[in-house]
């Protein structure tokens, strides 16, 4: 069963991201990242810039299968024809269809706004109707 978990209070959401993914490679996961074509072209310039001496390695679906294979992060606008089901991070105000083929999905939810966190309520409610435990993460306690 797909295990779900909301990370509460990202006062900047792409930026939680980069530090998620980074925790995540170096824990042996593997990403996808779904999102918009904005949000993604956004995180990429990100991941590319981590920190001064970090980058994260990643491909976007338009690279190609042998490129994807080779990533440790795919940014997608779409689940289809992915080739990692391990982490799914979900940048998209709706549940995604297919999530299920992923072991983890991770929502990130914004600490100011309002719009997102209404989004991120209804998906807790989806997720919940299908009978899936969600895990909460409080950003804000952890600070």
């Not at 909301?6 to 006062?11: D, G, I, M, S, W």
């Not at 338009?62 to 940014?75: C, H, K, N, Q, T």
Request: aromatic residues 6%; charged residues 20%.
């Amino acid at each position: 069963m797909t295990e779900i978990a909301f990370h509460f209070n990202a006062p900047d959401k792409l930026a939680y991201v980069c530090r998620f993914a980074r925790k995540a490679l170096r824990h042996g996961a593997k990403l996808v990242i779904l999102g918009d074509v904005s949000q993604l072209t956004r995180l990429s310039t990100q991941l590319w810039s981590v920190s001064p001496v970090d980058f994260l390695a990643h491909a976007s679906q338009a690279d190609g299968a042998p490129m994807l294979v080779a990533s440790p992060i795919v940014l997608a606008q779409q689940l289809q024809n992915l080739p990692h089901h391990d982490v799914l991070v979900n940048l998209t105000s709706q549940v995604p269809a297919d999530f299920e083929h992923f072991t983890r999905v991770v929502e990130i939810v914004s600490s100011s706004d309002e719009m997102d966190r209404h989004e991120a309520r209804a998906r807790w409610r989806d997720y919940a109707a299908r009978g899936l435990s969600i895990v909460r993460h409080d950003l804000q306690l952890k600070s």
